[in-house]
C-alpha cells in the first residue's frame, strides 16, 4: 500500500491561488463536506502513476490501495474518515477521470494540462514524450546553475551573494596540509576575529562537501584567474575545507569562495537520457537494462519469479520485514523497491541484499546520489564475510578528494598503485622526466638531430604510460565483484563498457530519474532502496521543479506497481514509540512498530522531573513576529531563536543531556543565521549543531528542536506545509521533540494542525512565554 501524499506548498502551481487549486467548487465543497474520489482498479498502471503524477501538480492529497494488479486503486481528495465518498468505478478513459476529479472535487486545471494528462497517460509514445520533457527541463536546470554561478559577474553585489548562499566571503587560509594520493587541503575560515577570539561560525551557505569550487582574492572581479581550484572536502561550523590537485601558488590575505557550475554532470545527464530514448524496449546487447525502459513506462509488466533460493543469511540479527524485502528483492527479475522509512534500518537491507547477490555470483553496480551516502554504504560492505571464504572484492570509484578516508582502501587508485601495469606506468613516468630533463640541455642547434630523437622517444613513453594506467584501471574493475559509485560516477569513462547483473541504488527517492537511468541501463536488474515520503531531489529551477524535475523512478514505480515491485520495511530502532506514531499515522498509513529496544527509551532527570517525549512550545498571542531578511531571501524570528536557545540550555542543566546530542532543525536559512550567532555568544553552547532539514536527513539525535519560525496574522505557513520535510525534521529525534510554533498559524492548514494536535495529545504544552530568557 502506499503512503499518504500531501504535496509541498511549493509544488502546487504558482499562477492560481491555493484554495482555487486544493478544493474549489465542486460537488462535495457545495454542500458544506469535504469529499474524496476512489477510481476503478480498471485504471491501468500506467493511468495511476500519472493520475499520481496529476495530483501532485494540483496539490491533492492521494493514495492507492490493494494488490498490483486488477485490486490497485487510486483515492484523491480528503483521506479524513469524514469525508464524502464518489466511487466512480466507471470512469476508466483519461478524460472521464479528469471530468470526475473537476466535477467532484472542483479542481482547476487548465485545458492544456489535461491534455498533457491525458497523452502521457495513454499514448504509446509516453517514452518519446518523456524523453524531451526531461530533456527541456535539464536544460531548465543547467541554465538555473549557471545563472547561480554567474550571479557576481552581473553585478550582485558580494554581501547579497553570500546571503544567497552562492559564495563565502571574508575567509583566510589558517593552514595547508598534505591529502589523501598527494592533493593539499586547504583550511579556510572568517578572517574577522574580535578581540583574538576563535573563530567565528560560518553564515548559512549552500556550499557541500564535493562541490567544485575556486578561490579568489576576496574583492577581485569574478572573470580572472582563480588562486585555486577543487573540491570542497569537509564542512565544519567555523572551517570549509578543499581538497586541491595542485598546490596553490598564493594564498595570502581576505579570499572569497565560490561554488562553479558542473558541466560535466549536465552533459552526462543528457547523455543518460539519450541513452534511455535510443535503447528503450530494446534488446539491445550492448544496454543490459535496455529492456526495463518498457517495464518502467507500463509497456510490459515487471516478473517475479514464484520460487527463489533458500537463503543463507549472512546478518542473522535482521527483522521480518527487512528478511521479507530482501527475499522478495532476490525473486524480482527486472525492478524491485526497498521502502525504507525513517530509522527502519534500510541501509542495513541493502547491505545484506548485495552481499546475497555476490554470495550468488552476480556482479554489483552499488550507487547513490552523493558521495557521503555512498561512503557510508561502502563502509558497510567492507565489514562483510561471506559464506564459505568467499570475496567481495569491492572498488570504489570516484575523485580521492570525495572519498571518505575510512574507504580509501577501497578506492580504484589505491588498488591501481597495487597493479602490475600501474608498477610499468610508474616506470615510463620516470624514463620520461629524466628524458625531458635531458632535453632541457640539449642546445636548439647543436643538437638538433639528438633532440628530435628524445622528442620520439617521450611521445612512444607517453603513449606506452596512457595505456599501461588504462590497463591497470581495467584490471581492477574487471576483477571487481561489486563496484561502487555515484550515479554521476556510473555515467563517467571508467565504468563505460562495464556490464552487471544487478544495479542496487541506495537513497533513490533523492536521485532524480535520468541520473537513475544511467546506472539501471548498465544492470540485467535493478533494485531501488529509498522513501519517497521524505526529502526529494534538489532542484535549482523552480520551473523545473514545477514542471515535474524532481519527480523520482522509485516513486513512479511505487505508484505504477505498488506491492508488485516494493515491500516495505515496518521495525524502526530509533524513536520512542510517541515520536514514531505522528510519523507512522501521518505517512505510513499506521504500519510501523517500534523495536523494543528503542520504544519505551527516553531521556532521563531526576525521577519527578523527566523531560517529556514530546513538547509542544506555542508562541500563539506572545508577539513573536516572523520577519524577512534584509534581502527578501528567507524568514527569521529572533524571538522564537531566543526560546530555542532557553530550551537548549535547560536540557543541558536540568536533564544533564550532553550539547552533541542535541541538534536544532528549521526550515529557513535566515533563522538558521540567527541561532548560530545565538550560540556563537555562549561558549558551553559551541557543539550544538543548528541546521536546515536537507541538513538532517539520514541522521539522527537524542533531542530534536523545531523552530517553525512562522508567526503571523494572516495564517501564511509557506512550505512549512510539505509534509515530507516535516516528517524527516521530526523523525531525527531518538527520545525527545520539542516543536516551537504558532498555533493559530498554522491552524489554516490541515495537515500542521493535525500535527499539533498530536503533540497535545501525547505530549506537553507549554506557552513559550515560559521560555523568555
Not at 591497470?472 to 565504468?495: E, F
Request: proline fraction near 4%; charged fraction near 30%.
Amino acid at each position: 500500500a502506499r503512503g499518504v501524499r500531501r504535496p509541498p506548498s511549493r509544488d502546487r502551481p504558482r499562477d492560481r491561488p491555493r484554495a482555487s487549486v486544493i478544493m474549489a467548487r465542486g460537488d462535495a465543497a457545495r454542500g458544506g463536506k469535504p469529499a474524496r474520489v476512489e477510481f476503478s482498479p480498471a485504471l491501468s498502471a500506467k493511468q495511476r502513476a500519472q493520475l499520481h503524477a496529476f495530483c501532485e501538480r494540483h496539490g491533492l492529497e492521494h493514495a492507492s490501495h490493494g494488490d498490483a494488479g486488477s485490486d490497485r486503486r487510486i483515492v484523491v481528495g480528503d483521506l479524513s474518515a469524514n469525508a464524502r465518498i464518489y466511487r466512480e468505478m466507471d470512469c476508466v478513459r483519461d478524460e472521464d477521470v479528469v471530468e470526475a476529479l473537476c466535477r467532484r472535487l472542483g479542481v482547476s486545471a487548465t485545458l492544456e494540462e489535461l491534455r498533457d494528462f491525458g497523452e502521457d497517460a495513454s499514448d504509446g509514445d509516453g517514452l518519446a514524450r518523456w524523453t524531451k520533457k526531461t530533456m527541456d527541463l535539464l536544460e531548465l536546470e543547467r541554465e538555473a546553475e549557471e545563472a547561480q554561478a554567474q550571479e557576481i559577474l552581473r553585478g550582485l553585489s558580494p554581501e547579497a551573494a553570500a546571503r544567497r548562499g552562492r559564495a563565502l566571503l571574508g575567509l583566510t587560509a589558517t593552514d595547508l596540509r598534505g591529502g589523501l594520493l598527494g592533493q593539499t587541503i586547504v583550511t579556510l575560515e572568517l578572517a574577522s576575529r574580535p578581540n583574538g577570539s576563535d573563530a567565528l561560525p560560518l553564515p548559512p551557505h549552500k556550499l557541500s562537501p564535493h562541490d567544485v569550487v575556486c578561490l579568489r582574492p576576496n574583492k577581485s572581479s569574478a572573470e580572472g584567474e582563480p588562486l585555486a581550484s577543487g573540491v570542497v572536502y569537509r564542512i565544519r561550523d567555523t572551517q570549509i575545507e578543499l581538497a586541491c590537485d595542485d598546490m596553490p601558488d598564493e594564498l595570502s590575505g581576505t579570499l572569497r569562495l565560490e561554488r562553479l557550475s558542473n558541466e560535466a554532470t549536465h552533459k552526462r545527464l543528457v547523455s543518460a537520457v539519450e541513452r534511455v530514448g535510443k535503447y528503450g524496449g530494446s534488446s539491445d546487447a550492448k544496454q543490459p537494462g535496455a529492456h526495463l525502459v518498457g517495464v518502467a513506462f507500463g509497456d510490459s509488466k515487471p516478473r517475479v519469479s514464484k520460487t527463489g533460493k533458500e537463503v543463507e543469511w549472512i546478518n542473522t540479527t535482521l527483522d521480518a520485514s527487512q528478511r521479507g524485502a530482501i527475499e522478495h528483492a532476490l525473486r524480482c527479475v527486472d525492478f524491485a523497491l526497498i521502502h525504507g522509512p525513517p530509522g527502519t534500518g534500510k541501509t542495513t537491507a541493502v547491505v545484506e541484499y548485495v552481499a546475497q547477490e555476490v554470495a550468488r555470483g552476480s556482479r554489483v553496480l552499488a550507487c547513490t546520489a552523493s558521495n557521503i551516502a555512498i561512503d557510508n554504504l561502502v563502509e558497510r560492505l567492507m565489514k562483510i564475510k561471506l559464506p564459505e571464504g568467499g570475496e567481495m572484492r569491492l572498488v570504489r570509484v570516484g575523485h580521492p578528494a570525495r572519498l571518505l578516508p575510512s574507504v580509501l582502501a577501497a578506492s580504484l587508485e589505491a588498488q591501481l598503485l597495487a597493479s602490475d601495469n600501474s608498477k610499468l606506468a610508474k616506470d615510463c613516468a620516470k624514463e620520461s622526466k629524466i628524458l625531458r630533463r635531458k632535453l632541457l640541455k640539449l642546445n636548439d642547434r647543436k643538437d638538433r638531430v639528438e633532440r628530435n630523437e628524445v622528442r620520439k622517444e617521450l611521445r612512444v613513453l607517453a603513449k606506452e604510460e596512457r595505456n599501461r594506467q588504462k590497463a591497470a584501471m581495467r584490471d581492477v574493475v574487471d576483477g571487481a565483484r561489486v563496484v561502487c559509485s555515484t550515479l554521476s560516477g556510473a555515467l563517467s569513462g571508467t565504468l563505460k563498457f562495464q556490464d552487471f547483473d544487478v544495479v542496487v541504488i541506495d537513497e533513490a527517492a533523492q536521485a532524480l530519474e535520468a541520473a537513475c537511468w544511467g546506472a539501471v541501463l548498465k544492470g540485467k536488474k535493478t533494485v531501488l532502496a529509498g522513501d519517497h515520503l521524505q526529502l526529494p531531489p534538489t532542484v535549482i529551477s523552480d520551473k523545473a521543479q514545477a514542471k515535474g524535475l524532481s519527480d523520482t523512478l522509485f516513486q513512479r514505480l511505487h505508484d505504477m506497481y505498488g506491492d508488485l515491485v516494493a515491500r516495505m520495511l515496518t521495525v524502526q530502532y530509533r524513536m520512542h514509540a510517541d515520536i514514531m506514531t505522528w510519523s507512522s499515522e501521518a505517512m505510513y498509513q499506521g504500519k510501523l512498530t517500534a523495536a523494543e529496544s528503542v520504544a519505551t527509551h527516553r531521556l532521563r532527570g531526576d525521577g519527578e522531573d523527566d523531560p517529556p517525549v514530546l513538547l509542544l512550545i506555542d508562541t500563539a498571542g506572545c508577539d513573536m513576529d516572523e520577519r524577512v531578511e534584509e534581502d527578501g531571501e528567507s524568514k527569521e524570528n529572533p524571538d522564537e531563536a531566543a526560546v530555542v536557545m532557553e530550551v537548549v540550555r535547560r536540557l543541558v542543566a536540568r536533564h544533564d543531556v550532553a550539547v552533541d546530542d542535541i541538534g536544532v532543525i528549521t526550515p529557513y536559512n535566515g533563522q538558521v543565521t540567527v541561532l548560530r550567532e545565538l550560540r556563537a555568544r555562549d561558549d558551553a553552547l559551541k557543539n550544538l549543531e543548528v541546521s536546515t532539514v536537507d541538513g538532517f536527513q539520514g541522521r539522527e539525535k537524542e533531542a530534536i528542536i523545531i523552530s517553525a519560525v512562522r508567526s503571523n496574522a494572516s495564517g501564511e505557513v509557506g512550505f512549512l506545509s510539505d509534509s515530507r520535510r516535516m516528517n524527516v525534521a521530526v523523525t531525527r529525534a531518538r527520545k525527545h521533540c520539542c516543536l516551537i510554533i504558532d498555533s493559530d498559524t498554522v491552524s489554516s492548514d490541515r495537515f500542521l494542525a493535525t500535527l499539533v494536535e498530536y503533540f497535545e495529545t501525547h505530549g506537553d504544552v507549554a506557552s513559550a512565554a515560559a521560555y523568555v530568557p
